[in-house]
């Protein structure tokens, strides 16, 4: 059976607090409290955000101009799996842009990489 849960939330954007909070509308097949399912949209956006963070501030995935045919969707699989194999890398203490940039300019770092 489906449940439907509500959350509300108070989002800041440039430090300013809003006037009214947010309801944010979730479906679920999970009996949880209130509590159980504020701490599951957190924890749900948490991975979500710095996922895409990731892709978007190291690999520019949101300034990609590619949308033809699955193009676009193949692309960011590969995204996926080159942020999986630099974030794996230990050897190196960078983040995933020096890492990148290492690995295109130093041909045993990108195999140090791609062994892993």
């Known amino acids: 059976m ?3 849960g509500v959350v ?12 009214e909070p947010t309801l944010r509308y979730y479906i679920s097949s999970a009996e949880l409290s209130a509590k159980e399912l ?8 948490f ?3 710095k996922l895409h963070w990731s892709l978007d ?6 300034a990609c101009k590619i949308h033809r045919g699955y193009a676009a969707e193949n692309l960011a699989r590969v995204r996926h799996i080159a942020l999986n194999y630099l974030k794996g890398e230990t050897s190196f203490k960078g983040g995933i842009r020096r890492k990148q940039k290492k690995a295109a300019l130093d041909e045993s770092y990108l195999a140090t990489i791609l062994a892993g």
């Open 8 to 19: 509300m939330s108070f989002r800041t954007e440039a430090g300013q607090a809003p006037e």
């Open 38 to 45: 504020a701490e599951a949209a957190r924890q749900h956006w």
């Open 47 to 49: 991975v979500e955000n």
């Open 2 to 4: 489906k449940t439907v």
């Open 57 to 62: 501030f190291a690999l520019r995935e949101d």
